[in-house]
């Protein structure tokens, strides 16, 4: 494996990040002795008060009560991201993200953010202070969240996250903190910005282009219109231009064959023999036999085959503001978008379900391979036949997902007596058809093999008996979010106990709607391994905040917020908030926080319709699986998950904490160390499958959840103390099941220095899971989860630059700790070593030049140094990207 520069040295990199952070604070102690040396008079500055995310007070200082981190446009483009979820993978402080590129998710091209791992429904994301509408389809059929592919990055200036609870200021869906992405403001001039970008292995090629226009002068000509458009399109990697993604026998690397199983012929299995075999025609270096005994006809990827979708974005936004009079302006925003995204690959196939069962006498039984011999030599004829193979006459399958979203905002601020003042109303939609070609129709199937037309049991069909099993499903899905929001804040009502009293205030009404409609096939369960579920669920909130912001010294500072929310369906919640910042000196910042959440249950965990999913890990029966003397690894079930909703789910609420220093002893030293803690109960999750079924005969209604094939008489002769069927369904209904404590540290350093005309930056960020604690079961026990590869214990990302005259170069370093080959320690089985994955640093390098009037040019490779993925025998395949640096050129043209 390749090893980061950093890996060759003697301690982790936390330590040595530590050691860093000590020679750097003596510098700074150096630099402020210099900055007492006598300087020339600055010449007066006006200071402009802003608001930024964590507070409707404006202020002037961005470091306060509440652990914010800012991220500037100059910050964006040196990451050298072509979207915004890929800026947020790079920055420490987001601990999980999904980037849109899983075919088989319910949500398919959409892309989310995690903080504090708390999941995408437990952040807030806002575009310019205010909220958006929820992705069309859920994540996982049950979880909201905004698609970011909704914000162009091309018209982002600067990210704000806060990293605390929020839910007094802004709502409960700030659980885990708050993602703020600002666009430009009173812009004046002309802007045409692309990028090309590839593998240097030749495939994934990508392109973005935009332009973006900016009339009038606020202050000057009374008003400000910005108009932009933007337009992305990125390809999917080819498994043949690239070494370690040719394959899907990963074998070699200590993982399991995970070639095709399914493909022409396939293999059959034996009804009453119990075991499946490869068909007669699968070539012998092909068929494989796994530890039960099973055998399969495997088949590898193709070259060409794409190994993710093709992404096409288009954006396009209005902004303007018009000064009505000194005081007073109205503004507006409508921002459009709409999200294409392409897969193909992998063929449709049948079932393995018991009416696919194929007897004598049906047109597609082939009395050859009915025919088997016991353990004692004894033939058997006429056995049931069940046939394991993909349709593959008929052509590869493909998904086509299309999503549009809008949003428009009006509304009308100013200035009265001291008071800032706000009212505006906002309506957004996000609406998405989401088509699968050429998915196998059961009726047309069990026909075929009833009466004739297509014979699974033959290695190849006509295309056009093939052709008459398929069909196309459309599923859609429409969510909606309307606003009224007005607030009104003054940063020094009055002085109280010496010092000034700033104070917001606000009122919301909110409503918000989630309606999926299914394909009629997939609602009538006609579509062969294929499920859909309808839902229809709205609710409305009303809700109220009030802000203070107390100084009664020069060196302290008090937030207290309060909000009050009524849920039609959920009553009324109060939350607090209290956060106190104490400087003892210039230098230094102490602070500490805290407050409550309250989280409602989701519209579709309530409201949705039944919908099917498999284990991605197995299902261990041991009613099954002891008496067959089989062990752990081959005690593997994967029947059919039925998720249904609850209706009578109890909200999650959430106590967090939080502490911290900040120090900035000069302009060119600033570091902050920030804990926290959080605490939820009444966690909402699926009623575990493995939990169900470890309970199936002590609980009363756990049997009437789970379905089993019949009994089979001739396994239970061989096998005595066998009496159940083999798993065939689970029915796993949302639970208030848990609850999760987790806590933690964050870490940001910034230095900078001139030096022989040369300006240096070393910036540091690191985010360290100290506890993460969670029951995903009624009566269990909060087990730790931190150390496995679903929850890593730290991220660190570190960027060192220079620029001098126009020149600019930063190197990026994203650092992620060594981890368990287990999803988390709680999975560990007595006695197992599982092993560990090493930490893993890649470098991205970013090269820029202004050396042309207008013209800024921006060389970025990502993995400049090509290391090489960590593969996890626990999570089953290559744990990092597989496929090698990346090289994209930007170039930017301003007009002002």
């Not at 964006?76 to 999904?98: C, F, R």
Request: hydrophobic fraction near 35%; charge should be neutral; aromatic fraction near 8%.
């Amino acid at each position: 494996m390749n090893r980061s520069p950093l890996s060759a040295l003697p301690c982790p990199l936390p330590a040595r990040l530590s050691l860093l952070a000590g020679a750097l604070l003596v510098l700074a102690a150096q630099a402020r002795a210099q900055s007492a040396e006598p300087a020339p008079e600055p010449a007066p500055q006006t200071l402009q008060r802003v608001e930024i995310v964590g507070s409707s007070i404006k202020r002037i200082r961005a470091e306060g009560p509440s652990p914010i981190a800012i991220y500037k446009r100059s910050d964006i483009e040196a990451t050298g991201a072509s979207s915004t979820v890929e800026l947020l993978s790079k920055m420490a402080a987001v601990t999980a993200y999904d980037d849109g590129n899983n075919a088989n998710s319910f949500s398919a091209g959409a892309t989310s953010a995690s903080l504090r791992n708390m999941g995408a429904q437990n952040v807030l994301v806002l575009l310019n202070g205010r909220r958006l509408a929820n992705y069309a389809f859920a994540a996982g059929t049950d979880t909201p969240f905004v698609d970011l592919n909704t914000i162009p990055l091309a018209a982002v200036e600067r990210v704000e996250i806060l990293r605390d609870g929020a839910s007094a200021l802004y709502g409960s869906d700030a659980v885990a903190g708050v993602m703020n992405f600002v666009t430009k403001t009173d812009y004046q001039g002309l802007e045409v910005a692309g990028k090309l970008g590839q593998r240097t292995a030749g495939d994934q090629r990508r392109g973005e282009f935009s332009v973006t226009s900016g009339h009038g002068d606020l202050a000057r000509d009374g008003y400000n219109l910005l108009a932009m458009l933007a337009a992305s399109r990125r390809e999917p990697a080819l498994a043949g231009k690239h070494a370690l993604a040719r394959s899907s026998d990963l074998r070699p690397y200590g993982g399991l064959d995970l070639r095709d199983t399914t493909r022409s012929p396939g293999s059959i299995l034996r009804i009453d023999e119990g075991y499946r075999k490869a068909h007669p025609a699968c070539p012998a270096s092909q068929v494989e036999t796994d530890t039960i005994g099973d055998e399969y006809c495997r088949t590898d990827l193709a070259p060409g085959t794409e190994l993710g979708p093709t992404l096409q974005r288009l954006n396009a936004a209005v902004m303007g503001t018009k000064a009505l009079d000194a005081n007073t302006a109205l503004f507006g925003e409508l921002v459009l978008g709409q999200n294409r995204t392409d897969w193909r690959g992998g063929y449709p196939s049948l079932e393995s379900g018991t009416d696919h069962r194929v007897y004598p006498g049906m047109a597609a039984y082939v009395p050859a391979l009915g025919r088997w011999v016991d353990d004692k030599g004894v033939a058997h004829e006429g056995s049931p036949i069940l046939a394991f193979r993909s349709v593959d006459e008929a052509g590869e399958r493909a998904t086509r997902s299309l999503v549009s979203n809008r949003r428009a905002l009006a509304g009308v601020r100013g200035v009265y007596g001291g008071w800032d003042w706000e009212l505006a109303a906002m309506f957004s939609r996000s609406h998405g058809d989401q088509t699968e070609y050429n998915m196998l129709k059961r009726d047309a199937v069990l026909n075929a093999l009833d009466k004739g037309g297509y014979n699974p049991f033959v290695p190849v069909n006509t295309r056009a008996s093939a052709e008459a099993l398929m069909t196309d499903v459309v599923k859609q899905a429409t969510s909606t979010l309307s606003t009224v929001d007005a607030k009104v804040s003054n940063p020094e009502l009055t002085r109280v106990l010496g010092g000034p009293l700033g104070v917001a205030a606000g009122v919301q009404f909110m409503r918000e709607r989630m309606q999926e409609v299914a394909d009629p096939q997939v609602a009538a369960k006609n579509i062969e391994n294929w499920s859909g579920t309808s839902s229809d669920g709205s609710r409305r909130v009303a809700s109220g905040f009030v802000e203070f912001n107390l100084q009664p010294n020069p060196a302290t500072e008090i937030q207290l917020a309060l909000r009050s929310d009524h849920y039609s369906d959920f009553g009324t919640t109060t939350n607090p908030k209290l956060a106190v910042a104490f400087r003892p000196s210039g230098d230094w910042l102490l602070r500490a926080g805290y407050t409550t959440a309250f989280k409602a249950p989701s519209l579709p965990q309530m409201h949705m319709g039944s919908t099917n999913a498999y284990p991605g890990e197995g299902i261990r029966d041991w009613v099954r699986c002891r008496p067959m003397g089989l062990n752990y690894d081959q005690c593997a079930y994967y029947p059919r998950l039925t998720y249904v909703p609850n209706p009578a789910l109890k909200p999650e609420r959430s106590s967090i904490w939080s502490a911290g220093v900040a120090f900035n002893p000069s302009k060119a030293l600033n570091t902050t160390v920030d804990l926290y803690y959080l605490k939820q109960k009444d966690s909402i999750n699926l009623l575990d499958g493995q939990y169900l079924i470890d309970h199936e005969f002590d609980t009363p209604g756990f049997a009437e959840l789970i379905t089993r094939d019949p009994r089979n008489p001739a396994l239970e002769a061989r096998y005595p103390g066998l009496k159940d069927g083999r798993l065939k369904y689970l029915t796993l209904p949302y639970k208030n099941v848990g609850g999760i404590e987790t806590g933690g540290v964050d870490w940001t350093m910034r230095l900078e220095q001139e030096w022989a005309g040369i300006r240096f930056w070393l910036e540091n960020e690191y985010n360290a899971i100290l506890r993460y604690k969670s029951a995903y079961t009624p009566d269990g026990d909060l087990l730790d989860r931190v150390g496995g590869y679903s929850q890593e214990k730290w991220r660190n990302t570190l960027r060192v630059g220079g620029e001098q005259g126009a020149w600019r170069v930063q190197l990026n370093g994203l650092t992620y700790a060594g981890v368990l080959n287990v999803s988390s320690p709680a999975s560990l089985q007595p006695g197992v070593d599982p092993g560990r994955m090493p930490s893993r640093t890649v470098w991205d390098l970013s090269v820029g030049y202004t050396g042309w009037r207008n013209l800024k040019l921006n060389l970025t490779v990502l993995n400049v140094f090509d290391i090489k993925p960590r593969f996890s025998t626990g999570y089953g395949g290559f744990y990092d990207d597989r496929y090698g640096p990346t090289v994209q050129l930007a170039a930017r043209y301003t007009l002002r």
